[in-house]
């Protein structure tokens, strides 16, 4: 494929994301506290999270290991940190929630397996075949976009995993209701760990300065800030002491 190709690929994708976003608001992604027998074939909640996650990982393993240039500059930085999120995410996630009799859709698996092949497609192609070895040689590290990109994504992650742990550890062996989570971030925002992904991977955006980057950066709050406003609203609905101080995904601000 031309980097031409890829490109306009790229911008195609953006203008997607666009319009799921806007529709993400009206219809809520049956999966979670918000599951829904209604989108037909029900598969398992942990076995969906590993099927539908594990693309991503196995397509920037592929092209880190199978690329064409991604050991000529520090370019395997980048894949490293993707790969270490869709690690925790494919595999150790779904290992750690609790079971519960909850399923997922057959279709949001198939949907998030497409959403990673085009993701992790555009962004390890781009890394592995076009990333210029100039862009990523050692002056990278010294620049304005790798210091602050690589501090939002640690500390993004850092958040993304500390929430989910807590989240995690509401329910003791064998409960499946919800509580109201308290303590950290949650004393400000309803999903830390949705706000986390989206300082991680505007992180990211910032360090690897590409379209594709840009692009996941993008895709990751257009699914994730309609999402957070869901369960926002799932909290207000479900306990009348909801702290009522609390924005949905940004501290202070939404
Ligand atoms: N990059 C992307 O586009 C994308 C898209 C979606 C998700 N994600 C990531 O995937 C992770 C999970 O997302 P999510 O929206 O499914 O998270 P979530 O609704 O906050 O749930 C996280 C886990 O904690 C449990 N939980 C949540 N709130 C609880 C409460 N009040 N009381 C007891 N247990 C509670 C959930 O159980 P239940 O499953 O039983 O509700 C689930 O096991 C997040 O880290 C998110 O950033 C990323």
């Given at each position: 494929?031309?980097?031409?190709?890829?490109?306009?690929?790229?911008?195609?994708?953006?203008?997607?994301?666009?319009?799921?976003?806007?529709?993400?608001?009206?219809?809520?992604?049956?999966?979670?506290?918000?599951?829904?027998?209604?989108?037909?074939?029900?598969?398992?909640?942990?076995?969906?999270?590993?099927?539908?996650?594990?693309?991503?990982?196995?397509?920037?393993?592929?092209?880190?290991?199978?690329?064409?240039?991604?050991?000529?500059?520090?370019?395997?930085?980048?894949?490293?940190?993707?790969?270490?999120?869709?690690?925790?995410?494919?595999?150790?996630?779904?290992?750690?929630?609790?079971?519960?009799?909850?399923?997922?859709?057959?279709?949001?698996?198939?949907?998030?397996?497409?959403?990673?092949?085009?993701?992790?497609?555009?962004?390890?192609?781009?890394?592995?075949?076009?990333?210029?070895?100039?862009?990523?040689?050692?002056?990278?590290?010294?620049?304005?976009?790798?210091?602050?990109?690589?501090?939002?994504?640690?500390?993004?992650?850092?958040?993304?995993?500390?929430?989910?742990?807590?989240?995690?550890?509401?329910?003791?062996?064998?409960?499946?209701?919800?509580?109201?989570p308290?303590?950290?971030?949650f004393?400000f925002i309803s999903s830390p760990?949705l706000f986390?992904?989206?300082?991680?991977?505007?992180?990211?955006?910032?360090?690897?300065?590409?379209?594709?980057?840009?692009?996941?950066?993008?895709?990751?709050?257009?699914?994730?800030?309609?999402?957070a406003k869901?369960h926002h609203d799932w909290y207000l609905?479900?306990?009348?002491?909801y702290p009522?101080?609390r924005k949905i995904v940004?501290?202070?601000?939404?």
């Open positions: 494929m031309s980097l031409q190709m890829l490109l306009f690929i790229a911008y195609i994708w953006l203008a997607i994301a666009i319009v799921v976003h806007i529709t993400m608001f009206y219809i809520t992604a049956p999966f979670g506290r918000h599951t829904s027998g209604k989108w037909g074939l029900m598969v398992n909640n942990k076995v969906g999270w590993v099927v539908m996650e594990c693309p991503s990982l196995l397509l920037m393993l592929y092209f880190l290991f199978w690329g064409e240039s991604s050991f000529q500059s520090n370019v395997w930085i980048l894949f490293v940190l993707w790969i270490t999120h869709y690690v925790n995410r494919s595999l150790i996630y779904p290992a750690r929630i609790k079971s519960t009799p909850k399923k997922m859709p057959l279709f949001i698996v198939l949907s998030a397996i497409f959403f990673n092949l085009v993701n992790a497609g555009l962004n390890g192609y781009y890394l592995s075949v076009f990333a210029s070895v100039k862009d990523y040689d050692a002056s990278w590290f010294h620049t304005p976009h790798f210091i602050i990109g690589i501090t939002l994504f640690i500390a993004g992650m850092a958040i993304n995993w500390k929430s989910d742990n807590m989240l995690i550890h509401l329910r003791k062996q064998g409960e499946t209701g919800y509580k109201i308290q303590g950290f971030l004393d760990n986390g992904e989206i300082v991680e991977w505007t992180g990211f955006a910032i360090m690897a300065w590409n379209l594709p980057a840009f692009t996941f950066m993008v895709w990751t709050f257009a699914n994730l800030v309609p999402r869901n609905n479900q306990f009348s002491n009522k101080n940004f501290p202070f601000i939404f």
